[in-house]
């Protein structure tokens, strides 16, 4: 992997992560993140979404005229919208309804045009790619984590329900951590969604701080800027 | 030949329209034979809830007739299935809703046989409190299986409340609000049945000839 791309990937999965930094598309990562499969197959779709788009608007970037670009960007974040959320309304019907009214409200995800207007409409197919697919995998990490977060704390499980994304075999997968389905209710209810979030954003920054201290102190520098070289 | 720019911006437009719309289009015709038959089968189970597989051998899902009345909960008008073994009635699938739920309504479907017993209830839909009220859920717990089998004599009918109301069905620690509208709504289709049970059936009987 060349280093234009490692630098992509690791903006999309950390530095510049959707979830975590951007704070973008706030609406579904709170309302849907009450168990890990949920994150998980929202995740996927705005991945899907993030990367059809990235490419599309990579592949037509020459012809679009700056007055219309917005409109086409629109145009083309709303087909592949609709065109996943019909994929997945015939192949993944049980997620489909749980997700709900959040699949087509994908549109709005500020992050997707957000990456096509600042990002792919000024790069080459390739890293429109590549950033899309990073960008959406961060977005999908923080979803998965933030859902299993809220699940284990609230209902005591994990992976509860797998067999929405993963077919009929999956529904042996539920992890119970104590008898029962009983937890702490406000961590499925809204607000725990928003103390989650806050949560991940503190110890992301504690995990960059601790960094930024360690590569400040020379005997922690050395050796990282061997491996570095 | 190059084309004037303030007529390429708008023809560009168009052409992307016409390319997302056809997009759309191609996938949806693709996949709504499927979608539609995934819509069914989620009918079809549903309606395996309230009703047991072996009380009737018709096609449910087409010998509907269109009930719309106060006690059912709505002003709208819904579809119900008549359940018929060999022609004669078996029981009725009905729509209900209960308006008053904890927060909105409740949207349910109730299976009751041709004498009067309810085959079964099920929640459609609903925004009860995670953990609390969404125990009316048959996958959160078995609390709606407590109406299979029963009717509006059994219990009477005044003894058709939750326990802290006087009746005879339990509800649950912290959570009375969307019991009561369930046990609420399941005697008002009780109710109805009683009072609508000859118009139903005749209604299917009327059709069959039709199917």
């Known amino acids: ?13 950390w530095n510049n992560n959707v ?42 970037r020459r012809w679009i005229t700056p007055e219309i670009r917005i409109p086409v960007f629109v145009l083309v974040i709303a087909s592949a919208v609709t065109a996943i959320e019909l994929l ?20 709005t995800n500020c992050a997707i045009i ?44 994990l992976l509860r329900e797998a ?34 979030l806050g949560l991940l954003i503190a110890i992301k920054n504690l995990i960059d701080e601790h960094r930024a201290r360690r590569a400040q102190t020379p005997a922690a520098a050395a050796p990282a800027a061997a491996r570095a070289s | 030949m190059r084309l004037d720019p303030a007529l390429r911006a708008p023809l560009l437009l168009g052409a992307f329209a016409l390319a997302g719309a056809l997009l759309v289009a191609g996938i949806h015709a693709y996949t709504a034979p499927r979608i539609a038959e995934n819509e069914r089968q989620v009918l079809l189970r549903g309606i395996h809830d309230v009703i047991p597989a072996d009380a009737y051998d ?48 409740i949207r349910l479907l109730v299976g009751i046989l041709a004498d009067g017993r309810i085959g079964g209830v099920r929640v459609l839909a609903h925004k009860e409190t995670p953990g609390l009220g969404d125990k009316i859920e048959r996958s959160h717990s078995d609390w709606i299986l407590q109406f299979t089998g029963r009717g509006l004599g059994d219990p009477p009918p ?28 399941v005697k008002n289709a009780l109710l109805y049945f009683q009072a609508n049970k000859d118009r139903l059936f005749a209604s299917a009987a009327a059709r069959e000839p039709q199917a």
């Open chain 2, 58 to 105: 018709n096609d449910v899902l087409r010998d509907t007739v269109t009930v719309q009345d106060p006690l059912l909960g709505t002003d709208e008008p819904m579809t119900a299935y008549i359940a018929r073994k060999q022609g004669r009635p078996a029981g009725v699938i009905l729509p209900v809703v209960a308006p008053n739920g904890y927060s909105g309504p």
């Open chain 1, 19 to 60: 979830g975590l930094v951007q704070l973008l598309g706030l609406c579904p990562l709170l309302a849907v993140t009450n168990t890990t499969v949920n994150g998980l197959g929202l995740g996927i779709a705005t991945t899907l979404v993030l990367l059809t788009s990235n490419v599309t608007v990579s592949a037509i």
């Open chain 1, 1 to 13: 992997m060349n280093e234009e791309y490692r630098h992509l990937v690791s903006e999309g999965l």
């Open chain 1, 163 to 196: 067999q929405f994304l993963f077919g009929e075999a999956a529904s042996t997968w539920k992890v119970s951590l104590w008898p029962g389905d009983h937890g702490l209710l406000l961590a499925i209810l809204p607000p725990g969604a928003f103390f989650g």
């Open chain 1, 88 to 107: 997945m309304a015939a192949w993944l019907y049980d997620l489909y309804r749980v997700l709900g009214i959040f699949v087509p409200l994908i549109v």
């Open chain 1, 114 to 157: 957000g990456r096509a207007e600042s990002f792919a409409s000024r790069r080459p197919l390739s890293e429109a790619a590549i950033d899309g697919l990073a960008m959406g995998g961060g977005f999908t990490a923080v979803l998965v984590v933030l859902g299993a977060l809220r699940e284990l704390i609230g209902h005591g499980t």
């Open chain 2, 158 to 185: 005044d003894q058709w409340a939750v326990k802290r109301d006087g009746g005879a069905f339990d509800q649950f620690t912290g959570a009375t609000i969307s019991p009561r509208a369930v046990v609420q709504a």
